[in-house]
């Protein structure tokens, strides 16, 4: 029999099709994500699952999927959804899809700066609910870019792509990671500091850190009280990098000037707090998606499974000490 193949959710159907070429493959069709209970019996035999981030792959599910499945591929380059040592443990391949979607990403982080800098959403809904009267001098004043120091918190491929996008503007680059990037620093004259400077001189911050326990509320109260009051915080990496609570105080009560998450805490919830505020921007989890990226990103799932179930090893591996067993 062909190996059998599991997929969570719709992926692009060219993606689909190549695994249809091989494999036995069951596509969850429902506009939702699988519930647990859902996920745990329709793991169940398969030789290969390709995952979604909103899917906790754990102990649990793989046992529940049994001892054929030899990999699992994630569509997304963050895995905080994985328990790496737990299929470590179980011999099973986990992988991600990095690389393919830098520019979707910092893109539209970037384009959270600039909405969130120049007050469009805001302007947008004020002409629209036909409040507009006029030219003046002072109405919708924004925050000027050019030229502004941005703070990348994560000097992965994204937040160096994001430098990259700033440097085009004139912005000033400093940085924090837990390593330093020579060759960035000598490229765009990006400074690194430490996380105290970062909150303290960046006009913009925007972080591009994993979630990992050490990231966890990266951003909290006293770090949001360390920034300028001119400061704007963008989030395109994962939701509980920031204290949500803490961050729609902040914006109230104007500790900062504004606010791009494209992540939340309780994704799909959303601190209703933030909700009733003008100076934050706030989009459903969509920096990847674009056409070609999420094209990209499924072709990187498809190949992992395929040579993993045809005994090569993973292009993309997040547990690598598996390979070696
Ligand atoms: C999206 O959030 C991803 O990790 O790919
Ligand atoms: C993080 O996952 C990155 O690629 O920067």
């Known amino acids: 029999a062909k190996p059998n193949v599991l997929v969570t959710r719709m992926v692009p159907q060219e993606n689909l099709d190549r695994l249809r070429e091989r494999f036995d493959v069951e596509v969850n069709t429902e506009d939702r994500p699988l519930t647990r209970e ?21 102990g649990e599910i793989l046992d529940a999927a049994g001892p054929k499945c030899r990999i699992v ?20 391949v986990l992988t991600n899809t990095p690389g393919v979607l830098d520019d979707a990403t910092a893109t539209l982080a970037f384009t959270l700066l600039l909405s969130v800098a120049r007050r469009i959403v805001e302007a947008d809904k004020y002409v629209r609910d036909g409040k507009w009267t006029g030219w003046a ?27 990259r996008k700033a440097a085009a503007f004139g912005m000033k680059i400093i940085y924090n990671d837990v390593r330093r990037d020579a060759e960035l620093e000598a490229a765009l004259g990006a400074r690194f500091v430490d996380k105290e400077t970062l909150l303290r001189e960046s006009d913009f911050l925007t972080l591009h850190v994993p979630l990992i326990p050490e990231t966890h509320h990266y951003i909290g109260e006293k770090e949001l009280a360390a920034m300028k009051p001119t400061a704007v915080l963008i989030n395109a990496a994962r939701g509980p990098v920031v204290d949500e609570k803490a961050l729609a105080r902040a914006l109230k009560d104007k500790v900062i000037w504004g606010a791009g998450l494209d992540v939340f805490e309780n994704e799909p919830k959303v601190e209703p707090d933030l909700l009733g505020l003008d100076n934050v921007i706030v989009v459903p989890h969509v920096a990847s998606g674009t056409t070609e990226t999420r094209l990209n990103m499924g072709r990187i799932a498809v190949d992992n499974i395929v040579r993993v179930l045809g005994g090569q090893p993973p292009a993309t591996c997040v547990n690598p ?3 070696k067993k």
Do not use: H, Q, W
């Open 73 to 92: 591929a994630n569509f997304a380059v963050g895995y905080n959804n994985f328990d790496l040592a737990a299929a470590t443990r179980r011999g099973v």
């Open 321 to 323: 000490d598996v390979l």
């Open 38 to 58: 859902e996920l745990k019996s329709k793991v169940k035999g398969r030789d290969a699952i390709l995952s979604m981030l909103t899917d906790t792959i754990d």
């Open 137 to 163: 001098p002072l109405f919708f004043i924004g925050l000027d870019v050019d030229g502004k120091t941005l703070g990348v918190a994560g000097l992965g491929r994204i937040g160096k792509n994001m430098a």
